[in-house]
């Protein structure tokens, strides 16, 4: 079975700062590796996902995100961060094989202040 | 494109009662989920359609919760009788369903249910 853990449950970060979401997965197969966005009373967007290939990946917004296989991390990184990217942020796992069932982490509320 | 749609968007209901959810996918997609997301908690997946085939209903109270997709199109998610512990977001995603590294998928506003 997966699993996905999100040490932080919250992260306040100045406006203008670098950020760095952390999300560790367990799994005895292979995975492919998802971070998603969800905004105040909306639904979940996809940031960026690791299907293969190079382990640092590039999303939309600016966010990136380096697969770790030896630390069996997937953390999530922006340089600089902007008011308009306060939400919670959802890592989640799935097998490559099968139904591609997600597994998700508990989230990261990121608030960014002024 | 028309993204997810579902409605409501907000309910609440009395423990005992009934309730029912609806969600259309995207066009073209053949697999629909429903999540249920509790505050403070990630999404879990309740139950996977493959056009109108039941995926995976592993993690689906079945006493309880029902789904139906039954022309492979729009689903519904019923409750019957509601408990305190459902009060939650029901999360509607869709995906084209081929089931390779490109299934990516997409997600509705969601249903918040409040359960007194």
């Known amino acids: 079975a997966q699993s996905v853990t999100q040490l932080d449950s919250q992260v306040p970060v100045f406006e203008e700062a670098p950020v760095e979401l952390r999300c560790n997965y367990s799994?005895?197969?292979?995975?492919?590796l998802f971070w998603y966005v969800q905004y105040p009373n909306q639904g979940l967007q996809l940031l960026l996902k690791?299907?293969?290939?190079?382990?640092l990946v590039k999303g939309i917004n600016g966010f990136e995100a380096e697969f770790n296989k030896s630390q069996t991390s997937f953390h999530l990184r922006k340089p600089s961060v902007h008011i308009s990217d306060t939400a919670e942020y959802f890592c989640a796992v799935s097998k490559i094989s099968g139904t591609y069932k997600y597994i998700f982490g508990t989230g990261t509320r990121l608030k960014v202040l002024a | 494109e028309a993204g997810v749609a579902q409605s409501p968007r907000y309910k609440i209901i009395e423990k005992r009662q009934s309730v029912a959810f609806w969600c259309n996918p995207i066009?073209?997609?053949?697999?629909l989920y429903w999540y249920q997301q509790i505050l403070g908690q990630g999404p879990k997946l309740l139950i996977q359609?493959?056009?109108?085939?039941?995926?995976?209903d592993s993690q689906l109270p079945k006493d309880r919760f029902s789904a139906e997709r039954l022309k492979g199109v729009d689903s519904t998610l019923k409750i019957q009788p509601a408990k305190l512990e459902d009060s939650a977001v029901y999360l509607c995603a869709s995906s084209t369903g081929t089931f390779s590294s490109t299934d990516t998928q997409y997600f509705g506003p969601g249903t918040r249910l409040t359960v007194l």
């Open positions: 066009s073209g997609h053949a697999t």
């Open positions: 690791y299907l293969s290939g190079s382990t």
């Open positions: 359609f493959q056009n109108n085939g039941v995926v995976d």
């Open positions: 799994s005895s197969v292979s995975v492919y």
